[in-house]
């Protein structure tokens, strides 16, 4: 009788081990279907961006004061890694601006009595101060930025010369004055300093955030910073680039002013994005890895592309500001591979819709950037965007499957030859075995193929990107296995990828982001 059960419970071990095996063991295998015949969108050369701002070292939220040292007025520009992390990039685009850009003053030309950082006010915009942008401090940043070749956008004040609204306390009202920013733009060039964009403004449009300006009188600004540029920039090939109105997007707001300020003035619409909610959110680890959520934000990005093809041909689209949780991010979500999620399904998602730029905040400060606050070693999205940018070109492919919805996949143009693929995987459990294939109306021409239109010979790059232990929440990444860290001179680390045989799946594991490159991937489109 004992010996009867006992041999029943061991058979049931094994049952019960057996099973657990082969449900860890199991994959979903996936078709991906690349139309590789036309390109659907493009984007910039240089569409990954960061932004610096111009936050104190007292700009706190939630208890907590993650900014430390990593504002305009007080970064290290001579910190090895800032300046190796940003010339990895060859180049980087740096958005200089954000909440407070509207407060401050430059200390160049006439009339200028004392220049000095932002304090504490508590009627002040955001609760500071102006404050003003020195001489010296504008020389240092030119340095840094010459010296890592960044392309620069540099956001203006936009509120000089304004008032506040007798009737409205967060409207300005009246004409922008151009003279300080003026006098900046002719010091810049004096000294032979290149600025690829100026920005007019942050977050005003629409109902604003701690003030707004009605669309009407924006164009009309707009319209004289770029009568300005125009005059002192004679060489339209040397002319920075107008941009606005760096806001929330507001479609009738954005409708007004792009049909108030006509064509030749905006060179690219600018709108920021924290679609995952306030930092302190203890649901934002759900989020991220929430392909239903992580959707909606969708019908933003084609409703702001559709307002550009109706009322602004002209013009660009661009990210110009997203950090995914506002007020400064999250301590536990937003500098960790978790967020990767998000991020790079953002740049996936807004190549798609036709979007050029994709300014991440921040390159360093709060919880959110792409470097550590303190320490500057780079945080998991920077790989990812560095990633991004050395292997995806500018034109953008239909991705489609039918498989999970935890998995995203989407493909570019390589930007040396052939495809590249990301493709993410926010399941926690599965592990998805993709299969490549070129779109069924594809007519592959005389070439002879073999195995879903590829020439076989040619091993196929792949780039995993893990968390640390498994653990979605670390902030150490690892590609293919090994962890991603600065060499002993502190430079960026070479990322190889793994070369794969051509005829295999692609195997994407549970919390994991891919990259593929599928150099003999038949695509005319790339050609």
Not at 205 to 217: P, Y
Not at 337 to 352: C, R
Request: aromatic content about 12%; proline content about 4%.
């Amino acid at each position: 009788m004992w010996k009867k059960m006992a041999r029943l419970r061991v058979r049931a071990l094994i049952c019960c081990f057996v099973v657990s095996w082969f449900s860890l063991s199991l994959a979903e295998y996936v078709e991906v279907s690349v139309e590789g015949v036309t390109s659907i969108a493009s984007t910039d050369d240089n569409f990954i961006c960061a932004t610096l701002d111009w936050w104190p070292t007292n700009k706190c939220d939630y208890n907590q004061c993650p900014w430390g040292k990593a504002g305009i007025f007080n970064l290290d520009l001579d910190n090895k890694i800032l300046n190796n992390a940003i010339k990895a990039f060859n180049p980087m685009r740096i958005r200089v601006g954000g909440s407070l850009q509207d407060q401050v003053n430059y200390g160049v030309g006439y009339g200028v009595k004392s220049c000095e950082g932002f304090k504490k006010q508590e009627s002040g915009l955001f609760g500071f101060s102006d404050a003003c942008l020195d001489q010296k401090r504008w020389d240092e940043l030119n340095d840094f930025f010459n010296n890592t070749k960044a392309k620069i956008t540099f956001g203006l004040n936009a509120l000089h010369g304004k008032q506040v609204s007798p009737k409205d306390k967060s409207l300005r009202i009246g004409d922008w004055n151009p003279q300080n920013s003026r006098d900046l733009m002719e010091y810049t060039i004096a000294k032979g300093y290149q600025i690829d964009s100026y920005e007019l403004g942050n977050e005003l449009a629409g109902s604003g955030v701690a003030a707004r300006i009605e669309s009407d009188q924006y164009a009309k600004d707009i319209k004289k910073l770029k009568e300005v540029v125009t005059e002192l920039y004679p060489d339209a090939s040397k002319r920075p680039k107008i941009i606005g109105p760096a806001s929330f997007y507001d479609k009738k707001w954005y409708e007004n002013f792009l049909q108030a300020t006509g064509p030749g003035v905006v060179d690219a619409v600018t709108h920021h994005l924290y679609n995952l909610g306030a930092g302190v959110d203890p649901t934002l680890i759900d989020r991220v890895q929430d392909p239903f959520f992580l959707s909606e934000i969708a019908q933003t990005f084609y409703d702001l592309s559709n307002t550009i093809k109706e009322f602004g041909p002209w013009s660009e689209a661009w990210v110009g500001e997203a950090g995914g949780a506002y007020n400064s991010g999250s301590k536990y979500v937003s500098h960790t591979f978790a967020n990767g999620f998000w991020y790079l399904d953002q740049l996936g998602m807004t190549s798609t819709y036709n979007h050029k730029v994709y300014c991440r905040q921040a390159l360093i400060g709060g919880n959110y950037a792409l470097l550590n606050t303190t320490t500057f070693i780079p945080n998991p999205d920077y790989y990812g965007a560095l990633l991004w940018h050395r292997l995806m070109g500018n034109r953008v492919l239909s991705t489609t499957h039918f498989g999970s919805p935890y998995l995203r996949a989407y493909s570019h143009c390589s930007k040396n030859q052939g495809i590249t693929l990301v493709l993410i995987n926010m399941s926690n459990t599965t592990t998805f075995d993709v299969a490549v294939l070129p779109d069924n109306n594809l007519y592959l021409g005389p070439i002879r193929v073999r195995k879903h239109g590829r020439i076989v010979g040619q091993e196929r790059e792949e780039y995993h990107l893990t968390p640390e232990g498994g653990n979605i929440q670390s902030d150490v990444v690892l590609l293919n296995g090994n962890p991603l860290k600065l060499t002993n001179s502190l430079d960026i680390p070479k990322m190889e990828p793994k070369l794969v045989d051509p005829t295999s799946a692609i195997s994407v594991a549970a919390d994991s982001i891919v990259f593929v490159s599928i150099k003999d991937f038949y695509a005319p489109a790339c050609a």
